[in-house]
């Protein structure tokens, strides 16, 4: 299925399964980071009595702090090498985890909390950017399920530990949750970082999937890329859908109260709440190889046109329906497995348009435009506040996403099949 310029390449090439694996359980142990801080909110606040919003801020820091870290990151992956420079990135970002995360469990002011949120977010951005990178280096011709198994550890990692994360807030509170949980996750991320690398020598696809999937005849540089306007569509379709879909994720306790079902008992003892978080990053994780797979037989857009538009259908369905317990648990679910993909997605249709050389760099790249997404987060609670319902939100997130998935289809398809001409 692929190939590689080396014979050398071909036998280095049958650990890269083992690979991928260390990479997904390297974004599980981060993932916490950004799928259960919706945990810590009401008790932070009840703590402190800080405001919603002053505290959500946090979460603002630490998602722009994270992916606007890793462009530099996946460029030291790239300059240092396959060897030292995936195995250097993860011992610092598990530093940056597991000492954030610390801090946060001691911050008693808005300032300590801001500062470890861009702590953490620094040593996830780098973790992020090594683990992707790779991926998207070893699999050119499975590449869409490599990067989408890689993106599934950070979106159903914490499927596994959403219950005791909040057994534990309501047994100790939520500063030993902090401490213990950064310590463990730090210190394992440092243990593997010691295994991982990337292959020694550019791998390639076959020719039939190499045309299948529109790739590159040629590898990229960023500075080259960035002058594309195929770039700056991806980045602003990126932005949209992130915006969205971390939306949900920041203010999904805040709608399930609102809502009057977040203590909800609801299955086996469990809240509505509790089930709903479990059902959604498990869903998250699972969209993201499901979608990449499906990526890689019928091509990148096309899968974004589906994805998206089911994503444009969850939120009006949410809005309309969403009052009972179980149609919150079932749309708010929907919600996250059709938008979870966008990072198999655009991180496997960048490096097939713009080549695999300095892969991680690039989709490092388009992955700020998480960071950036991060910054319109605060409005839904500001449109909330001033329409007095959450319905209106639900509406302007179908919408964007019924943008994305036309642009995807319409525009950014004809755009790159230039571009892999070149």
């Known amino acids: 299925m692929f190939g590689s310029s080396t014979k050398s390449d071909t036998g280095a090439a049958s650990g890269r399964w083992a690979q991928l694996w260390l990479g997904v359980l390297c974004m599980m142990l ?62 610092l970002g598990g530093v940056g985890v597991g000492l954030g995360w610390v801090m946060n469990a001691y911050a008693d002011t808005l300032t300590m909390l801001y ?5 953490s977010g620094i040593g996830a951005g780098g973790v992020y950017a090594t683990c992707v990178g790779n991926a998207v280096k070893w699999f050119p011709d499975r590449r869409g399920l490599a990067v989408g198994l890689t993106a599934a550890g950070f979106g159903a990692g914490a499927a596994l530990t959403v219950v005791p994360i909040r057994m534990l807030i309501a047994a100790r509170g939520y500063g030993d949750t902090f401490l213990w949980f950064g310590i463990g996750q730090g210190v394992i991320l440092i243990l593997v970082a010691w295994i991982l690398h990337g292959p020694n020598e550019e791998l390639i696809a076959s020719a039939a999937v190499a045309r299948r ?70 869903l998250n994780g699972l969209a993201r190889p499901f979608f990449g797979w499906v990526s890689d037989q019928i091509g990148r857009e096309v899968t974004m046109g589906i994805a998206f538009g089911l994503g444009a259908c969850s939120y009006l369905l949410l809005s ?74 639900f509406v302007v997130a179908a919408v964007s996403n019924l943008a994305v998935a036309l642009l995807a289809v319409g525009v950014l398809r004809p755009l790159g099949r230039r571009v892999a001409l070149v």
């Not at 946090?58 to 396959?82: H, L, S």
């Not at 602003?236 to 879909?245: C, E, I, K, S």
């Not at 960071?371 to 007095?388: C, H, K, R, S």
């Open 115 to 119: 500062a470890a949120a861009a702590i």
């Open 320 to 393: 309309m329906m969403g009052h009972g317990p179980w149609a919150f648990v079932i749309c708010a679910g929907l919600i996250f497995f059709t938008w979870g993909e966008i990072f198999s997605l655009f991180p496997s249709l960048c490096t097939d348009t713009f080549g695999p050389k300095f892969a991680a760099a690039n989709a490092s790249c388009l992955y700020t435009a998480k960071g950036t997404a991060a910054f319109l987060v605060p409005l839904a609670n500001v449109l909330q506040g001033a329409t007095g319902m959450w319905e209106t939100v």
């Open 213 to 282: 999937l529109n790739q590159s005849k040629r590898s990229f540089t960023s500075i080259e890329m960035l002058g594309s306007p195929v770039f700056w569509l991806m980045y602003v379709m990126f932005v949209l859908n992130a915006a969205t879909g971390l939306m949900a994720t920041a203010q999904l306790a805040p709608i399930a109260k609102d809502y009057g079902l977040a203590d909800s008992p609801f299955l086996f003892g469990a809240t509505v709440l509790s089930v709903a978080l479990v059902v959604d990053n498990v």
């Open 30 to 91: 981060i993932a916490n980071l950004q799928y259960a801080w919706t945990l810590f909110v009401g008790p932070i606040r009840d703590a402190h009595g800080w405001s919603l919003v002053d505290i959500q801020w946090a979460f603002t820091i630490f998602i722009a702090t994270e992916t606007w870290i890793t462009p530099f990151a996946g460029f030291a992956v790239d300059r240092i090498g396959p060897r030292r420079g995936p195995r250097l990135i993860i011992l």
